[in-house]
């Protein structure tokens, strides 16, 4: 296989997909963002070269989604439009129900790295902000 061609697990169709799941991170917190910029950031993610996306929620009505990150991350967590919440792992261990109620998976645990890692979202969500604006102001 040559460089840059690699493939993950979620993406290969000769890897047969997994019937257990894993379970979520334990004790993740888990950074809610407004849905359209969330999922430009889950596609901007899951294009990029080596930055993996862990599981992400979204809510029943849709209006947002939930990255799970690991623990800590709401502590320094200031990217506008956004908020982390720390959760001390309460309610994610119950894969592959959701961990928040009235939520479900867009990207379940078991089909994603176990957390997205700060650093990398807060790249992702500011290019994702940026496209969106570029989107609107072509209006």
């Known amino acids: 296989m040559e460089a840059g061609m690699e493939t ?4 290969d ?12 991170p334990a004790g993740c ?16 993610l899951r294009r990029g070269a080596g930055e993996a996306v862990g599981p992400v929620l979204h809510d029943d009505g849709g209006d947002t989604l939930g ?8 502590a320094a967590w200031d990217v506008p439009g956004s908020t982390c919440t720390e959760t001390d792992g309460r309610g994610t261990t119950l894969a592959p129900e959701p961990p928040v109620e009235g939520s479900d998976w ?15 979202l807060r790249k992702a969500l500011g290019e994702a902000a940026r496209t969106i604006r ?5 209006r």
């Open 13 to 24: 169709p000769r890897t047969p997909p997994s019937t257990a799941p894993s379970p979520p």
């Open 134 to 138: 570029a989107a609107d102001s072509c």
């Open 106 to 120: 867009l990207l379940p645990p078991g089909e994603a790295d176990l957390a997205t890692d700060p650093a990398v």
């Open 67 to 74: 990255f799970l990150v690991p623990p800590g991350t709401a």
């Open 8 to 11: 993950s697990q979620i993406n």
């Open 29 to 44: 917190d888990v950074v809610t963002v407004p849905a359209r910029q969330g999922l430009e950031a889950v596609d901007i």
